[in-house]
């Protein structure tokens, strides 16, 4: 069953949220504060973090800072409607997707389950025992990656599209595409995620013997992983 710890100070929501989640096989544990949140996620594991950005005491993003600097858990934030800002700084910090509120249960469910389904399966090709690129090597089915020997610390969402590049390395990967299959939704207008993945990304890898990032933007075609 999965595990999912809603934190979230809207009482009314979370009722609401936690019974429809309930009904689709989801164990529910709620916290109602991020110092509430943290808390919990000591104590017991879960297979994903629900975590919306404004709260009284400690708000999302605080909270979310705080996770990252002891856990990789997914994190899906809940942020206001139109509010880049918080979805921006959410993506940069480490989560790996948002839901826009209002948002249905349905639709939480459904983003959810989708984020998981990334965690245990590849993009449905050939799963090889290791993925290797340069100074980059990908274990698919351990969802493990190392640079040089060091391992990297991914987020769920960054291990995702990293693998969809190096199993295209060479040719461009569009945006599209790689919302489709690494965050398991459609890519929305307007939507940054993946470029806010990307950089997070860069930033985590070596460079190219000229100094160059291994990850070109291609322009109006996407993203490439280049191999030495």
Avoid at 35 to 63: K, Y
Avoid at 99 to 125: D, M, S
């Amino acid at each position: 069953m999965v595990k999912v710890l809603l934190i979230d100070d809207d009482v009314e929501l979370v009722e609401m949220l936690k019974e429809y989640l309930e009904r689709e096989d989801v164990q529910v544990t709620a916290a109602y504060d991020g110092e509430q949140g943290l808390a919990e996620l000591a104590v017991t594991n879960h297979d994903i973090v629900v975590l919306d950005v404004m709260m009284p005491r400690l708000n999302g993003l605080e909270t979310l800072r705080r996770i990252r600097m002891k856990s990789w858990v997914p994190v899906l934030m809940l942020t206001a409607r139109g509010d880049d800002t918080d979805r921006i700084v959410g993506l940069e910090l480490g989560a790996d997707d948002y839901v826009a509120k209002p948002c249905t249960p349905r639709e939480l469910t459904a983003r959810i389950r989708a984020i998981l389904r990334r965690t245990q399966t590849t993009t449905g090709e050939e799963v090889l025992p290791v993925l290797e690129a340069g100074h980059l090597r990908i274990w698919p089915t351990q969802r493990r990656a190392e640079w040089n020997g060091t391992p990297l610390e991914l987020t769920s969402t960054e291990f995702n599209l990293l693998e969809i590049l190096v199993r295209n390395a060479g040719q461009a990967v569009s945006k599209k595409k790689l919302s489709e299959l690494g965050l398991g939704r459609p890519l929305a207008r307007f939507d940054r995620s993946i470029d806010v993945h990307m950089s997070k990304i860069r930033s985590k890898l070596g460079t190219l013997s000229d100094g160059r990032s291994h990850i070109y933007t291609d322009y109006r075609q996407g993203y490439r992983f280049i191999k030495e």
